[in-house]
């Protein structure tokens, strides 16, 4: 067994890769050896492991229902009658309810990632590869949506089109898509004009092609640092929608929802809004130490140690 | 209090510390009020167009009315003001006031019957919101210069369409619409026509004991006295109110004394600030009622029993006792406490039984999805959560419709609510206020837009209740007319698809040496010229 | 992010000295970009679900008094026909009355921007001095413990729900401590003492030699203040350190220091002053990033500014205020933008 893993380790950081296969392997193996030696970011993937955790054994893990209200028993304080965070101002179980909050949050966090960047990266890609006019347009659209304030834009599509979870991923991907788009913008230019390019069309590849197949792939790695460093900021901007009461309805828990709930309260009862906040918090950082060690090892330029 | 302390200091150490700045002064000055309160409902101070509760405050205290409340005896109903007295002519039709003397308006000009007679001609005229407070007496545009006459300068004559109840076109007179204005100045102002309602918007020139002399809309309010008031000079000079929105926040500035009264405490606050030195907790039932209403376009809730069983399933006591705790009564009928003819029976209590039992006995046995339109203001979120679930124990299925009170209302007004959960305030001081609205709907169709009547937004056609409501209005028999309301509600109360809740009560927060702080009650607004400190 | 404004047009005006062709096609452009801003905002106040008429009239309004009033904002027109009307009224410097005020949405904005500005400036100073500072330490002891704490403070920044931060720091500093004073730009009873100049209190105040009120002023406006510093702080530390690790690593800071000048000279004199410009750049961007984006801090503080102000105009579709305060925030976008291309491009030897 253990010469085995020795066995596959050294496959694995092999100077002399025979397969392309294994000269990929290898380079995210040497990837993640870099990323393993920064603690802050181990200690972000472990948060984030806790908390997906929690979020899918929720059912599991919670001491009570999440939305089971007991009027005689609010705002009780944390460790009162097993329950562990306390209650809020309609007796549910704060602890409960942060855990099924969780499942909202990796829900929406994961959408909007999965949205934004795509819709960023077609445009981009497009603007820069097509050029010309289409690349103004598509550009100063960009620009159009980039000059407006965030969490007011995302407010106005969000009041637009109603309240609710998906409405405000929605909103937060059209507001979050702009940046990925030049950012896409900027590598397919420095890649259109490339020899590499240039040979696949005289191979005969179409314009998708080329953009999908062969543009696309080279545009991805500095997508995923820049969404995993906003995924924090995607967490932030669905809480303060969520705050403002536009995200998650009652009596869904989610977060920001739980501390404009808990707000009220603060002066006496301060774990009904601190303790979702703590959450908040928590998974942002997580996302940020995460974000900022991805960089590190795929975007050394910038990297610390 | 320690779990503050540790809250604190973790805090602290947390946070950048900002450095330690000179603490700020502890004490509003002598003769000067500092309220905090929620003011962002403020457009108008024009009396023919204001409709806001924040908007009465400050037209109560700036506009003087023909009759007026006594604030420090608000039983004792309507008083002369502008007016010295009042004749009726035989017939009930023709009301003639003769006008007190010595009330000056701000602008030095003295109050006349042409004032009134302008400024109440003005209102009918411009046709603005609460016009129909007027119009109801069958005041139109076209006939004003017939029914609203001043033959002289201390004379004051109005000619009815019915011989409606004295007392019901009395009170009427004391809402903000019948704010008597000073002529000669809203004239000088006028600009295309508007009979100077744009200018009034942001200017008072009343006859009241104070002045508005700075308004910024959702921040503050700043009144002066007004030099030329007639009356006793009050205590207070002037009277800050700042649009404070959160109660945790005029808690603070209460207990560090930097405001004499914050209104809009939580239960939570203030329970919080009991036994807090320097500061004391004043109730005050208000007119207000959390009800909601079920729309008879919707089938299964046209069936009276299924309705009957929700009015059971609904947890009075537990939500009054809860977070609606000290600010909101159990109250089951359309009147307000205090009003004429209220009725005080509240006979649903919270019994899951007998509501199990009275759904099945409906069409709809086992319920259905409920669909509940609230607005997010968080008390009505909690309300409208417990009858979530509560609703739910006897086997409805209810989703939240959560909106801004804009997009609530217009769903509301267009019939297409299932289950409206709102509040109702009484627009003057006469139970016709409520019961012309929540027992009044003659023309059920849709055709018929009667979007101000709660009644029709709620598709329940009611003619013959509709009779009984409009005789009330006409009987001048003070004890007879209360017998016809009290009537009408205990009718009401069992048959209509509106499950009346709660009655407010208003719970102000101010410094203990704050003397006769009064919110006006049931029938109308703050009084800040009785008040000394 | 600076991505340049006048290159993509600039070959279309031949026959004009390339300088004004230059401007000529900014200009083009920034009124393209705020036209494109205008032409969305108004659409989706338009399809929005809430009645900008019953904002006006109110719950117990007949029928016709709503028919009026919707014909009196012009609501019965086509779209583009309301569009055209309204960007037409601008230009001729009319922007409309407030349906949520009842006022000019010009007096409105001119209340309320000076309050933001107030708010972002004050923000980003403390930004400024505590995060430049930071970031050069951090890069010049790459990996020690200071560089380890200004990157985990920099990370909490960027993970703290300020709307929460802000009730804390409210309960704690204002609350129990009482060090500042509470939500609100000033005082209640100095509300009115001082004559607005510029709008911006604290300035006003020392203009017209009101100490008192400065100091209850200041003392309102430190945490908020703060607060927002420490996120900007967050931002313009990171990018300073990224900035001077590039330039510590460059040749000539090597030969600079074979020559034997000091530390001091090689961080500060030579290092430092070239990130000058992408430092100001970064700067710029905070800054607009606070005056765009302080809405929840707003709101938390009562703080009466234009984010506050567009927030509760658009949930009430008060589409006239929201519409004013977007032309007032895109162009302070657009301009910062501008600024920051032509100061590359003067400063930039690249660039030219």
């Known amino acids: 067994m253990t010469t085995n893993t020795h066995g596959l380790r050294d496959w694995l950081l092999s100077d002399e890769p025979t397969s392309r296969r294994q000269a990929s392997l290898s380079a995210w193996y040497k990837g993640w050896l870099t990323f393993r030696s920064n603690t802050l970011a181990m200690l972000g993937l472990g948060v984030l492991v806790v908390l997906i955790l929690a979020a899918i054994f929720a059912p599991l893990l919670a001491s009570h229902d999440p939305f089971a209200q007991d009027l005689g028993a609010r705002l009780l304080a944390p460790g009162v009658d097993g329950h562990l965070f306390g209650t809020d101002s309609l007796g549910r179980d704060i602890y409960s309810r942060i855990l099924y909050g969780a499942r909202i949050s990796i829900y929406i966090v994961l959408l909007v990632a999965m949205v934004a960047p795509l819709v960023g990266l077609i445009v981009g890609t497009v603007a820069g590869y097509a050029g010309g006019w289409v690349d103004v347009l598509l550009m100063r659209i960009t620009d159009i949506f980039l000059a407006f304030p965030r969490l007011i834009l995302a407010l106005a599509f969000v009041a637009a089109l109603g309240a609710g979870i998906e409405n405000a991923v929605l909103a937060i991907s059209l507001t979050a898509w702009p940046p990925y788009a030049r950012i896409a913008r900027a590598e397919t230019l420095t890649m259109r004009n490339s020899d590499f390019i240039h040979a696949i069309r005289l191979q005969g590849a179409g314009h998708t092609r080329i953009v999908t197949r062969h543009i696309w792939p080279l545009c991805i790695s500095s997508l995923v640092i820049r969404v995993t460093l906003d995924m924090a900021g995607i967490i932030l901007t669905a809480a303060g929608l969520g705050f403002l009461g536009l995200g998650a309805q009652p009596p869904s828990p989610e977060w920001g929802a739980m501390i404009s709930e808990g707000r009220k309260y603060i002066l006496d009862y301060w774990w009904v809004a601190t303790i979702p906040g703590l959450a908040i918090f928590a998974i942002s950082l997580a996302f940020n130490l995460l974000g900022d060690g991805l960089r590190d090892v795929l975007d050394p330029k910038e990297g610390t140690s | 209090m320690k779990l503050r302390y540790a809250l604190a200091s973790a805090a602290v150490a947390a946070l950048l510390a900002g450095p330690g700045l000179v603490p700020v002064s502890a004490e509003t000055p002598p003769n000067m009020l500092v309220i905090a309160n929620r003011i962002d409902d403020i457009k108008t101070f024009d009396p023919a167009e204001s409709f806001e509760f924040a908007g009465a405050d400050v037209s109560r205290n700036v506009y003087e009315k023909l009759v007026n409340f006594d604030p420090l005896d608000l039983d004792a109903g309507y008083q002369p003001q502008l007016a010295a007295s009042w004749e009726i002519s035989d017939d009930g039709k023709t009301i003639t006031f003769t006008m007190a003397e010595g009330h000056v308006f701000s602008t030095g000009n003295p109050v006349t019957a042409k004032d009134a007679e302008f400024s109440l001609r003005r209102a009918v005229l411009l046709n603005k919101t609460p016009s129909f407070i007027l119009t109801q007496f069958g005041f139109t545009p076209e006939n004003v210069e017939q029914t609203i006459v001043a033959p002289d300068e201390s004379t004051l004559v109005l000619t009815l369409d019915k011989p409606y109840a004295i007392s019901f076109v009395l009170n009427c007179l004391t809402a903000t619409i019948g704010g008597i204005v000073d002529m000669q100045a809203a004239m000088e102002n006028e600009v295309d026509g508007d009979m100077g309602n744009a200018w009034l918007r942001t200017n008072t020139v009343g006859s009241g004991p104070y002045k508005v002399v700075d308004w910024k809309p959702s921040e503050s309010v700043l009144m002066d006295l007004n030099p030329n008031y007639g009356g006793e000079a009050p205590a207070m000079e002037r009277v800050i109110v700042q649009h404070i929105q959160e109660s945790a926040t005029q808690r603070l500035q209460l207990e560090r004394g930097d405001i004499d009264v914050a209104r809009n405490l939580s239960p939570e606050d203030v329970a919080g600030l009991e036994g807090v030195d320097g500061v004391k907790v004043v109730d005050e039932l208000r007119g207000r009622l959390m009800y909601w209403a079920a729309n008879q376009k919707n089938e299964m809730l046209a069936d009276p029993k299924v309705v009957e069983a ?125 019961a012309g609205t929540f027992a009044f709907n003659p023309d059920n169709s849709d055709e018929a837009g009667a979007t101000g009547l709660l009644a029709w937004r709620n598709a329940w056609g009611i003619p013959e209740m509709s009779e009984k409501t409009l005789a009330a209005v006409v009987e001048n028999d003070t004890e007879a007319r209360k017998e016809m309301y009290l009537a009408l509600q205990a009718e009401h109360q069992q048959v209509s698809p509106f499950g009346v809740m709660f009655q407010q009560i208003e719970q102000n927060g101010m410094r203990s040496n704050v003397e006769n702080f009064v919110a006006g009650g049931a029938t109308t607004a703050v009084s800040y010229w009785v008040i000394t400190k | 992010m600076a991505d340049s404004y006048a290159s993509d047009e600039g070959r279309q005006l031949p026959s004009l000295p390339p300088w004004l062709r230059k401007t000529l096609a900014t200009l083009a452009t920034v009124a393209a970009t705020i036209l494109g801003l205008l032409f969305v905002t108004f659409m989706i106040g338009r399809v929005m679900p809430i009645d900008p008429v019953l904002a006006v009239i109110g719950e117990r309004a007949t029928q016709a008094q709503y028919d009026e009033t919707f014909r009196e904002l012009g609501l019965d027109k086509p779209l583009l026909v309301q569009f055209g009307i309204y960007v037409n009224d601008v230009i001729h410097g009319d922007f409309g009355t407030s349906i949520r005020t009842g006022q000019q949405v010009s007096s409105d904005i001119a209340r309320v921007f000076p309050a933001t500005l107030e708010l972002a400036t004050l923000g980003t100073l403390i930004g400024v001095i505590l995060g430049v500072p930071l970031g050069v330490v951090a890069a010049v002891r790459r990996g020690s413990w200071i560089d380890q704490i200004a990157r985990f403070v920099g990370l909490i920044g960027y993970s703290m729900p300020i709307f929460w931060l802000g009730l804390v720091g409210l309960l704690v500093f204002y609350g129990m401590l009482g060090w500042v004073a509470g939500p609100g730009r000033v005082g209640i009873f100095y509300q009115g003492v001082v004559e607005p100049i510029t709008g911006m209190l604290l300035v006003d105040s020392a203009l017209r030699g009101e100490w008192a009120v400065f100091r209850d002023a200041f003392s309102h406006i430190i945490l908020p203040a703060s607060l927002l510093g420490y996120y900007s702080l967050a931002y313009i530390s990171r990018m300073t350190r990224s900035f001077m690790l590039e330039q510590l690593g460059a040749e000539y800071v090597t030969t600079a220091r074979v020559k034997g000048l000091s530390e001091w000279n090689v961080i500060w004199g030579h290092a430092f002053r070239n990130i000058r410009i992408q430092l100001i750049t970064v700067i710029a961007l905070a800054y607009a990033n606070l005056l765009e984006g302080s809405v929840l801090t707003e709101i938390i503080f009562a703080w009466p500014g234009i984010g506050q102000y567009i927030t509760t105009s658009l949930l009430a579709n008060d589409m006239n205020s929201v519409l004013g305060g977007t032309i007032v925030i895109g162009t302070i976008f657009v301009g910062i933008n501008i600024f920051s291309d032509l100061l590359y491009r003067f400063f930039d030897p690249r660039a030219k």
């Open chain 2, 310 to 434: 929700l009015k059971w399933s609904t947890d009075y006591a537990g939500m009054s006792d809860s977070f609606l705790k000290g600010q909101y009564t159990v109250h089951q009928a359309f009147l307000p406490r205090t009003f004429l003819g209220a009725l005080e029976d509240t006979p649903f209590g919270f019994d899951i039984d007998k509501a199990k039992a009275t759904l099945a006995e409906s069409g709809y046995p086992e319920c259905g999805p409920i669909k509940i339109s609230v607005r997010d203001a968080q008390e009505r979120l909690d309300i409208g959560q417990s009858l979530q679930n509560t609703w739910g124990q006897i086997g409805c299925e209810v989703e939240l419709i959560v909106g801004t009170g804009a997009q609530t209302l217009d769903r509301y007004r267009a019939r297409e609510h299932d289950i409206y959960l709102g509040a109702w305030g009484p627009d003057y001081p006469d139970p016709n206020t409520n």
